[in-house]
């Protein structure tokens, strides 16, 4: 099973696929989309998830997302006319660092897709080249709580603290002017959803060929959390304006 499967299946009870409730996504929504009228872009969009309930709350906003994963720009589409909102969402099946759009966006979105530009800051810089004067950036990435272990590290990478994360973003030019910091129960919840879903499904489809790899991913990877990360990794997320003269 590739890649793209097991992350489908992981995030099945957890589509946003970021450690983020409900709550945390509204309210984000909210601070990044005042006026309800905003066209959005997300990079790196997956399913639409942001999108999908960006659009069904504000009936005047206008989307676009971009993947490089057909199946899960097909399950946006599929979920917008579901909802009533394809007429209102464009998408783009395309390596994000790559899109070109000859309209700039009031608001750019991009949730633990860092990965893709290359970290944080070149996340930031590529939704700069999006960004309509006076715009907003949300963005979220992972920071170290506490000093990781060699193996977290090669694990998900060489983050930085909290306060170094948000000075870095000072220095490259934005102000935040809201975020939010997930939670112990949010991140627990987010490890938990997805490595539940990949052995559910496995214990579900017994019969499946695949079936014995995927509860083998799910144990190594749920083993790599409690064991290698928990106590040390977090998420941020943060809502973004542009420093003045910073352009």
């Not at 997956?46 to 504000?58: D, F, H, N, P």
């Not at 199946?71 to 899109?99: P, S």
Request: glycine share 8%; with cysteine; hydrophobic share 40%.
């Amino acid at each position: 099973m590739n890649r793209e499967q097991i992350s489908r299946i992981a995030h099945a009870e957890h589509p946003v696929k970021s450690p983020l409730d409900d709550d945390s996504v509204r309210r984000l929504l909210e601070r990044g989309l005042p006026k309800g009228t905003e066209r959005v872009l997300d990079l790196g969009c997956g399913q639409g998830e942001w999108l999908l309930r960006a659009l069904a709350t504000r009936p005047d906003v206008h989307a676009e997302g971009v993947d490089l994963s057909e199946d899960a720009l097909a399950q946006a589409d599929a979920a917008a006319r579901e909802l009533g909102v394809r007429d209102r969402l464009v998408l783009h099946h395309q390596k994000a660092e790559e899109f070109v759009s000859a309209e700039p966006f009031d608001v750019v979105l991009s949730f633990g897709a860092a990965h893709a530009f290359g970290g944080l800051l070149p996340t930031l810089a590529a939704a700069r080249e999006h960004l309509a004067p006076g715009g907003r950036v949300l963005v979220g990435d992972g920071f170290w709580e506490r000093p990781p272990s060699p193996e977290a590290v090669e694990m998900l990478g060489d983050f930085t603290d909290l306060a170094d994360t948000v000075d870095r973003v000072v220095a490259d030019g934005w102000i935040p002017v809201d975020g939010h910091v997930s939670t112990r129960r949010e991140l627990d919840d987010y490890e938990w959803a997805c490595w539940g879903s990949l052995a559910a499904w496995a214990l579900d489809h017994p019969d499946d060929p695949d079936s014995a790899e995927v509860l083998e991913t799910a144990h190594a990877r749920r083993t790599e959390w409690l064991r290698g990360y928990r106590d040390s990794w977090g998420f941020v997320s943060l809502v973004l304006r542009r420093t003045p003269g910073a352009d």
